[in-house]
T-cell receptor, first 114, second 111 residues
Framework: DSGVTQTPKHLITATGQRVTLRCSPR?????VYWYQQSLDQGLQFLIQ???????AKGNILERFSAQQFPDLHSELNLSSLELGDSALYFC?????????????FGQGTRLTVV | GESVGLHLPTLSVQEGDNSIINCAYSNSASDYFIWYKQESGKGPQFIID?????DKRQGQRVTVLLNKTVKHLSLQIAATQPGDSAVYFC??????????FGQGTELSVKP
């Protein structure tokens, strides 16, 4: 158990809908990262927050957004869902943001868009 | 653009043999590399890392080799066990926790 908690574990929704994925980082970790894992794109970095502020952005679609709350949990919002958004979404956390800081991954949320 | 790729998508080995998983990267300025293991239904798990100022780093049953000349990484697993069966990813840390992952190699260990 990495200490990073993601909910829900599975989510099935229809195209055009909006969903929210939740992540609770390890105790004491200030930084949260979101990744998408799909069969054709592999593991892709989406976005990072550090202590409530956006720190880095990757290949995140405009339909997607995220935030980190004062209690350090984070939410990833996916809207106007398309079939191609079906994927595993992982959250990771780390205590700091340095290059060599180890990030711990949660178990992921499997999103299926039908 | 930046990319980190793996040479082999699947690798099958006998229990007890050594495994070697390879990875190529394209950004010659990369400074820090990590190998992750992902078991079915779980998130990636840190195995071992290496900085660009090193050629080799050893952990428990695992060794990572870095060849900066040809931009190549390898992960060696000694005495491979059934519990080592998983998908292995190399990743390049671009800073701030932004990891660029390779496509992954599935390691299958036959008893």
């Amino acid at each position: 158990d990495s200490g990073v908690t993601q909910t829900p574990k599975h989510l099935i929704t229809a195209t055009g809908q909006r969903v929210t994925l939740r992540c609770s980082p390890r105790s004491g970790d200030l930084s949260v990262y979101w990744y998408q894992q799909s069969l054709d794109q592999g593991l892709q970095f989406l976005i990072q927050y550090y202590n409530g502020e956006e720190r880095a952005k990757g290949n995140i679609l405009e339909r997607f957004s995220a935030q980190q709350f004062p209690d350090l949990h984070s939410e990833l919002n996916l809207s106007s869902l398309e079939l191609g958004d079906s994927a595993l979404y992982f959250c990771a956390s780390s205590v700091a943001t340095g290059v060599t800081t180890e990030a711990f991954f949660g178990q992921g949320t499997r999103l299926t868009v039908v | 653009g930046e990319s980190v790729g793996l040479h082999l998508p699947t690798l099958s080995v006998q229990e007890g043999d050594n495994s070697i998983i390879n990875c190529a990267y394209s950004n010659s300025a990369s400074d820090y590399f990590i190998w992750y293991k992902q078991e079915s239904g779980k998130g990636p798990q840190f195995i071992i890392d290496i900085r660009s100022n090193m050629d080799k780093r050893q952990g428990q049953r695992v060794t990572v080799l870095l060849n900066k000349t040809v931009k190549h990484l390898s992960l060696q697993i000694a005495a491979t066990q059934p519990g080592d069966s998983a998908v292995y990813f190399c990743a390049e840390n671009m800073g701030g926790g932004k990891l660029i992952f390779g496509q992954g190699t599935e390691l299958s260990v036959k008893p």
